[in-house]
T-cell receptor, first 113, second 113 residues
Framework: DGGITQSPKYLFRKEGQNVTLSCEQNLNHDAMYWYRQDPGQGLRLIYYSQIVNDFQKGDIAEGYSVSREKKESFPLTVTSAQKNPTAFYLC????????????FGPGTRLTVL | KQEVTQIPAALSVPEGENLVLNCSFTDSAIYNLQWFRQDPGKGLTSLLLIQSSQREQTSGRLNASLDKSSGRSTLYIAASQPGDSATYLCAVRAQGGSEKLVFGKGTKLTVNP
């Protein structure tokens, strides 16, 4: 059963703490992406990776970090430097270069207490 | 800077009605345009992708058109059903091999039985 999984579904964080959101795919896709979605807003790109051991900043990378040590995994760390981290986080992947379609995971809702 | 606008923000129709969702973008130098569906609290599902050289794409009751010169795309849904109720998002990818998708804020569709 191929797809993208994100965990946890809900995450609560105290101010000043770092948290890591998991994203795993078994689609054998090279490219992976992290987006942030706020109520009433379009998705905004945080980071993306076109291949293992390489990643690039998106439009709102400040306060976030990523790693891409394995093809199937692209974890996102929300650091204490991110001033307003409460949001819905979506991970996606693409079978680059064969298709332009991005496939999305179910999302993680992060709430800062 | 590319901006994507979707009008209306919300739409309510009776079951069986044909409807059109609109998407406009400010920079016509796009590589492709995608329409996505998002159910509440869920990830995105890709519906249709139109390359910049194409005029339309069809999948079942859905038809998406693209007029790149005027910066517009429409998503036509025929014979709407209550199961079509969701938020519909459009996103454009810039020319030049950019990995970034620029999203609109979406149109929330409600189909009433």
């Amino acid at each position: 059963d191929g797809g993208i999984t994100q965990s946890p579904k809900y995450l609560f964080r105290k101010e000043g703490q770092n948290v890591t959101l998991s994203c795993e795919q078994n689609l054998n896709h090279d490219a992976m992406y992290w987006y942030r979605q706020d109520p009433g807003q379009g998705l905004r790109l945080i980071y993306y990776s076109q291949i293992v051991n390489d990643f690039q900043k998106g439009d709102i990378a400040e306060g976030y970090s990523v790693s891409r040590e394995k093809k199937e995994s692209f974890p996102l760390t929300v650091t204490s430097a991110q001033k307003n981290p409460t949001a819905f986080y979506l991970c996606a992947s693409r079978d680059r270069p064969h298709t332009d379609t991005q496939y999305f995971g179910p999302g993680t809702r992060l709430t800062v207490l | 800077k590319q901006e994507v606008t979707q009008i209306p923000a919300a739409l309510s129709v009776p079951e069986g009605e044909n409807l059109v969702l609109n998407c406009s973008f400010t920079d016509s130098a796009i590589y492709n345009l995608q329409w996505f569906r998002q159910d509440p609290g869920k990830g995105l599902t890709s519906l249709l992708l139109i390359q910049s050289s194409q005029r339309e794409q069809t999948s079942g009751r859905l038809n998406a058109s693209l007029d790149k010169s005027s910066g517009r795309s429409t998503l036509y849904i025929a014979a709407s059903q209550p199961g079509d109720s969701a938020t519909y998002l459009c996103a454009v990818r810039a020319q030049g091999g950019s990995e970034k998708l620029v999203f609109g804020k979406g149109t929330k569709l409600t189909v009433n039985p």
